[in-house]
Structures are given as structure tokens and as C-alpha cells.
């Protein structure tokens, strides 16, 4: 079992910045990818940012890119989205989410790849 706890989210203006945080339990962090997933209103899950179990490896949706970042630490068992240049449609619910297959090497993108999900932290951007 894996624990997820979702932290940060917040409403801020358009242009403006907010780290989300991830804190897990229950097994062995460094040895598991991470990922953070949204879902807007009306709309369906998307990948947002990956990471691989050694922090080597990051993904991101073209829409993000250039303006967030993941990253971990391991000491902490936590994973982070530095999420800057906000825009209204970055609005959405976001997910973190941990891929138990043992020290995968690449970023995977699909949700169903994951296996424990967090609750969910709301970003609301206003224009």
C-alpha cells in the first residue's frame, strides 16, 4: 500500500506561481516513478509531469513545458510541481500518482500505468 497526500494548490492569478507537493508512504519512495495528472472541469484525466524513480528522467505535456517542473527528494519521500506562468486553463484538480513497476527507467503517461493516486489539490487560475 502507498499513501499520497496532495499539498499547495490554491487560487492565484494568471502569471502567477504555486508549488504542489506530494508526500508518500507506505513503501519504499526511491524505488517508484511519480507522476501528476489533472482533470479540468468537463474534461478528461491528462498526464501532466513525470518523474522517474531517480529523478533522471522527467516528462511533461507539451502544454506545461517551459513552465512547470517536477522534481524529488527522496529523503523526503516527496514529489513537488513547480508550476509557473499559470494560465486559466491550468485550472483543474491535480493528481499525484505513484508507478510501482520496481526502478522503471522512462516516464510512462498513461493513467492507468499508475497504481496509487492521491486525493487531489485544487489550482483555480483567474484571469
Known amino acids: 500500500q502507498v499513501q499520497l497526500v496532495e499539498s499547495g494548490g490554491g487560487l492565484v492569478q494568471a502569471g502567477g506561481s504555486l508549488r504542489l507537493s506530494c508526500a508518500a508512504s507506505?513503501?519504499?519512495?526511491?524505488?517508484?516513478?511519480m507522476g501528476w495528472f489533472r482533470q479540468g472541469p468537463g474534461k478528461e484525466r491528462e498526464f501532466v509531469a513525470g518523474?522517474?524513480?531517480?529523478?533522471?528522467?522527467?516528462d511533461y505535456a507539451d502544454s506545461v513545458k517551459g513552465r512547470f517542473t517536477i522534481s524529488r527528494d527522496n529523503a523526503k519521500n516527496t514529489v513537488y510541481l513547480q508550476m509557473n506562468s499559470l494560465k486559466p486553463e491550468d485550472t483543474a484538480v491535480y493528481y499525484c500518482a505513484a508507478d510501482l513497476v520496481l526502478r522503471r527507467t522512462v516516464v510512462t503517461r498513461i493513467h492507468q500505468a499508475y497504481d496509487y493516486w492521491g486525493q487531489g489539490t485544487q489550482v483555480t487560475v483567474s484571469s
Open positions: 507506505g513503501r519504499t519512495f526511491s524505488n517508484y516513478g
Open positions: 518523474i522517474t524513480w531517480s529523478g533522471g528522467r522527467t
